[in-house]
């Protein structure tokens, strides 16, 4: 690397954008390298690393101090990270300015004018080409030339689509302990059922259409890292897993650990779905019990006892997975992440007020119970009026049983109360406001209410009914960010060389911005408590309900 190298540009040419602590160089004639909407990620990304970041070093000076070691030297605080698929230079030119404790960055991409854009965008912000090392190379073969002793603490893929090409390499390239962080852009594969195939192709899952939609998105990608990381005898432990937009990030630790890859038959499986009133089932490959001293058993799972209809209303059911079953969220580390967030300066995260919203929401959400219903579906499948969210979340926890809401979707109800207690509370509610006169006799919504309720139901206002994010106003659901948000065209090199057609097969071409925003609607800040707007049924149930 020439450490005199200066790029050739002219400042006037450009249109300065500033973003956190750095400002950047944005072409003029160009308007596919910059996408506001993303500040969000990277904010995210650069506290999420700061996190991880700490509990490392705090973990390596625990150790340091309990050696009785005479000639014990201190551990380095120094990291490493790898930018596989940089464009601009952007994500890293932030995470140089604004992450302490960083050796070097490696910003990777394939194409000559965004190598040179790294490059510009560096200099101008005044860091040194050792800090940020700007590489021309495919990603894949960069990742795999860095194995073993010259991998990377931080592995960062954000890929134009699907990162399912790049997870092999990633889970190579990344030291013991160290951090993963993982973006898709293609939501209308993993978050809906408009291309099973493909799916099932990149990511070794079946995608659904239900409510839960994104959450599955999640646990399809988690489960396509777990399985790789297997394969190489390492564990991967999700830290953080955000569905976004248009997107997913997922943050995830990588441990050397075969012991823990013996569990993951039990944290993986697939799920049933009701395709008219949204129950579901889910159903793990494996279980483990207690062996002699501190050992432990491993049992293929008995089969499961769920029929092709629902026992709810007798419709058809339909098969998701095989997707993670176990916890998205480390809670410990996102309570730490949340902490820090919530003192940081209001300059120093364009995004705060959202993060914080998103960070807390993710605290409250039930980590042991996959996926999740929604309070307008379970209202419209019997023909009710929505009544407030936390009438239905007082009669669960009235009831014995946990609730909350999740990140993924606004007016989700996520609970360890079994199906049948979910529709005694629904029984409940219509019997409480009567039965609608539209609902035809052997109807599925008939069959609903035809069954007895077997729990007892309260309606009294619970305490833990309303959470804490809720009442101290934090952003939980962040409207549409801008007129025409989404992810903008791929970028692709002028003709004169061949590397632009070589990225474009090296990533996804099945996935297009129209598709994205089709399958993943933006939610709102509004709240669920408005019963105007949750007593809507989408286009698709009512197909469903009349079919």
Not at 127 to 148: C, E, F, P
Not at 243 to 268: C, E, G, M, W
Not at 269 to 292: L, N, S
Not at 324 to 351: C, E, I
Request: charged content about 25%; overall charge neutral; glycine content about 4%.
């Amino acid at each position: 690397m020439d450490e005199e190298y200066v790029p050739n540009y002219q400042a006037e040419d450009y249109k300065e954008l500033k973003e956190g602590q750095a400002t950047i160089l944005f072409p003029k004639n160009n308007e596919v390298f910059y996408n506001p909407v993303q500040q969000f990620n990277r904010d995210m990304s650069i506290a999420a690393i700061k996190t991880w970041r700490d509990t490392v070093n705090e973990a390596k000076m625990e150790r340091f101090n309990k050696s009785a070691n005479p000639n014990k030297v201190a551990p380095s605080t120094k990291f490493t990270i790898l930018e596989a698929l940089a464009a601009s230079g952007l994500r890293s030119v932030r995470y140089a300015k604004e992450i302490e404790e960083i050796d070097y960055i490696l910003t990777n991409d394939l194409l000559a004018d965004a190598v040179e854009s790294i490059k510009r965008n560096a200099h101008f912000n005044g860091i040194s080409q050792k800090l940020v090392r700007a590489n021309q190379g495919d990603a894949v073969a960069v990742m795999y030339a860095h194995r073993d002793k010259d991998a990377f603490d931080v592995v960062d893929l954000d890929p134009y689509g699907s990162a399912a090409p790049f997870i092999d390499g990633a889970i190579q390239a990344v030291k013991k302990g160290g951090l993963i962080c993982v973006t898709c852009t293609d939501l209308a594969v993993l978050a809906s059922a408009n291309h099973p195939e493909a799916c099932f192709a990149k990511y070794g899952g079946n995608p659904l259409k239900a409510e839960f939609c994104h959450e599955l998105a999640l646990r399809l990608v988690i489960n396509s890292l777990q399985q790789t990381a297997n394969r190489h005898r390492r564990y991967i432990e999700p830290l953080l897993s955000c569905s976004i937009d248009f997107y997913v990030r997922i943050f995830v630790r990588v441990h050397d650990k075969p012991i823990l890859v013996k569990n993951v038959a039990s944290q993986t499986g697939i799920v049933y779905h009701c395709r008219y009133c949204g129950t579901f089932a889910t159903q793990p490959f494996g279980t483990i019990e207690p062996g002699k001293g501190s050992t432990f058993k491993y049992h293929v799972s008995a089969a499961t006892a769920a029929d092709r209809l629902c026992e709810q209303c007798e419709s058809k059911q339909e098969l998701g997975g095989p997707c993670w079953l176990g916890p998205l969220h480390n809670k410990d580390f996102v309570q730490r992440m949340y902490k820090a967030v919530s003192s940081a300066d209001s300059s120093m995260y364009g995004t705060q007020p959202r993060m914080k919203g998103m960070l807390k929401v993710i605290l409250e959400e039930l980590d042991d119970a996959p996926f999740h219903y929604s309070h307008s579906e379970l209202c419209s499948a019997v023909r009710a009026s929505c009544p407030p969210l936390t009438k239905v979340n007082s009669a669960l926890l009235n009831a014995g049983y946990r609730v909350s809401g999740s990140h993924t979707q606004q007016g989700s109800i996520k609970t360890n109360a079994p199906p049948q207690v979910v529709w005694d509370v629904m029984r409940s509610l219509v019997k409480e406001m009567g039965r609608s006169p539209k609902i035809v006799e052997g109807s599925p919504a008939d069959k609903i209410l035809a069954k007895a309720i077997t729990t007892e139901i309260s309606f009294d206002n619970h305490k833990d009914a309303n959470p804490e994010s809720r009442r101290i106003k934090l952003v939980r659901y962040q409207m549409n960010p801008e007129k025409n948000w989404g992810p903008k065209a791929r970028h692709s090199e002028a003709p004169k060389t061949k590397n632009a057609d070589a990225k474009r097969k090296q990533q996804d071409q099945s996935y297009t911005p129209e598709d994205s925003q089709a399958a993943n609607a933006p939610e709102t800040t509004a709240d669920s408590e408005d019963v105007a707007e949750l007593d809507t049924v989408s286009n698709d149930v009512k197909k469903l309900r009349t079919e």
